[in-house]
Structures are given as C-alpha cells and as structure tokens.
C-alpha cells in the first residue's frame, strides 16, 4: 500500500529527524546494547514518519515513547529467543565498588527498572517532567512522585553501598 504524503511534511519530518535523532540514539544507547542501537533507532523513525501526520506536535518525548516501546520489542523477542524469563538487562552482582562512580552504578543496578529509567529520564535524558509524562504514559504528578521515590531509593541503596565499602577497606 503507498501512502499519499502532503506536499511540505517531507521537509517538515527531516528537520524533526535532524533535530531529535541525536538524543534519541544517546536514549537507545543506554538501554541496549552496542549492536541493536542503530536497528532500534531505525525502527523508532520509521514507526514516527508513519504516523508524523496523524500527531499535532511531534516533540522528542513522542518520538522517545516510540523509541521505549520499540525497546520493549526488542526485549520480548530476546526472551523469547532464550527461553528465560528473566530481563536481559540484568547483569551478576558486582562486587562492591571503590570509586564514587562505581558505587553510583552498582547502587543504579540495585533500583527496580522502573526507578532506573524514571532516574535516566530526568538525569540522562534530560526530559522535563511533561516530556516523561509523555513517555511513560502517566500525568506529571505521578512522575514527580515516582521520581521522588526513586531518589529515596537509590539514596538509601548509595549509603547501603558506601557503608559495605567503608566496612571492607581498613582504615
């Protein structure tokens, strides 16, 4: 079926390509790994010039929502190819980090998926709390609270992680 685009949207779809590919790309590329970014990132642009003419503002949390549910996607078809049903994007327990920075990610590693990427969204991606709203599909004040949460949380796991540390290394 050949889909009949009005005259201008053409343009209009490469300068919102131009202007939000970098930064979805950089969201794809925290969240999978190395091979598949250029392949989920692909999918995400294909999927919104199919539908850049039905959206009123296409803006880059619509274009990220694309980007996470192709992400999603891809997950499912990888556990279903290895037959788990664990996420692929756990990793073994590291042992217990010496720098600020370690800690940091090994505290991240801690928090459920949904305060990981709530923590990614506001820091990583820089979105404003309208834009995530967007993303996740719920209203601003449940991102503020969830947001909120997920701080308390990874605070919690940091002083978890940085007391084990203190234990561990003589003074």
Request: proline share 3%.
């Amino acid at each position: 079926m050949v889909t009949i685009r009005p005259v201008g949207n053409d343009e209009r779809f490469e300068e919102f390509f131009r202007t939000h590919y970098g930064r979805v790309r950089r969201y794809v590329a925290r969240r999978t790994s190395a091979g598949l970014v250029d392949d989920v990132t692909s999918a995400a642009f294909t999927v919104a010039w199919r539908k850049f003419d039905t959206v009123d503002e296409p803006s880059i949390a619509w274009v990220i929502r694309i980007a996470s549910l192709e992400l999603a996607n891809v997950r499912r078809k990888e556990l279903r190819r290895r037959g788990r049903e664990r996420s692929w994007l756990e990793r073994p327990a590291a042992p217990v980090a010496a720098t600020d920075h370690e800690m940091l990610a090994a505290a991240l590693d801690d928090l459920s998926d949904t305060d990981r990427e709530i923590v990614r969204l506001v820091h990583w991606d820089e979105l404003a709390r309208g834009e995530i709203a967007e993303v996740l599909g719920i209203s601003v004040g449940a991102v503020n609270v969830r947001y909120h949460r997920a701080l308390s949380r990874l605070e919690a796991r940091l002083h978890a992680h940085e007391t084990t540390t203190t234990q561990e290394v003589p003074r």
